[in-house]
């Protein structure tokens, strides 16, 4: 079963960049056809859908966090990244990754997350 | 933005009841509409996706319906581990998610 992970500091200064990782295991970002994406979650706007990607590097943003983020492809086959620039209080919040439910779509649904990561902005 | 409002924010029943929760979509996004059921400390979980489709492993107690502005998701006979919060998504204009329905034990 396809497995998503996320990994990174759960700490992030206000005005620095939070940077995550996802590790996919039991399945390969390289050989398939799906778009990763990243979500967060707050007790104040809910879920929030960050962006996605695919293995070549087509991604899409939601417009209103396009100017900070930047969702890219690791270097190894199974992970993808996010970063996220000028970090306030407001951007704390637990970060999932997950994968879009149908192959080729960029904009979708999403049918596998990882456990999700807190991660809290305060200096 | 499509705006997605869910109602009740809370629906206190008991197990083997029904459960009748409504997401209204602030335009209309045709059938691209999910429901996702999560508990806490968890991840969501896809349970229903195109308004009415179960998606994979989904026990059949659980249906969607609607489209364009107004969408239902049912549970036709809550079972323990339904007591949960469950989200609504839309993908008619890129990708957003109601506020969420608690449903609990009466």
């Known amino acids: 079963q396809l497995q998503l992970q996320e990994s990174g500091p759960g700490l992030v200064k206000p005005s620095e960049t939070l940077s995550l990782t996802c590790t996919v295991s039991?399945?390969?970002?390289?050989?398939?056809?799906?778009?990763w994406g990243w979500i967060r979650q707050t007790p104040g706007k809910g879920l929030e859908w960050i962006g996605n990607?695919?293995?070549?590097?087509?991604?899409y943003y939601n417009p209103s966090l396009r100017s900070r983020v930047t969702v890219s492809v690791g270097t190894s086959k199974n992970q993808f990244s996010l970063r996220l620039s000028s970090v306030t209080a407001a951007d704390t919040a637990v970060y999932y990754c997950?994968?879009?439910?149908?192959?080729?779509?960029?904009?979708?649904?999403?049918?596998?997350w990882g456990q999700g990561t807190l991660v809290t902005v305060s200096s | 933005e499509i705006v997605l409002t869910q109602s009740p924010a809370t629906l206190s029943l008991s197990p083997g009841e029904r459960a009748t929760l409504s997401c209204r979509a602030s335009?209309?996004?045709?059938?691209?509409l999910a429901w996702y059921q999560q508990k806490p400390g968890q991840a969501p979980r896809l349970l229903i996706y195109?308004?009415?489709n179960r998606a994979t492993g989904i026990p059949a107690r659980f249906s969607g319906s609607g489209s364009g502005t107004d969408f239902t998701l049912t549970v036709s006979s809550l079972e323990p581990e339904d007591f949960a919060v469950y989200y609504c998504?839309?993908?008619?204009?890129?990708?957003?998610f109601g506020g969420g329905t608690k449903v609990e034990i009466k």
């Open positions: 997950a994968r879009v439910s149908s192959a080729y779509f960029a904009i979708n649904y999403f049918d596998y």
């Open positions: 039991h399945g390969s970002i390289s050989s398939s056809n799906y778009y």
């Open positions: 990607i695919d293995y070549s590097g087509s991604s």
């Open positions: 335009q209309s996004i045709s059938s691209y």
């Open positions: 195109d308004a009415s």
């Open positions: 998504q839309q993908r008619s204009n890129w990708l957003t």
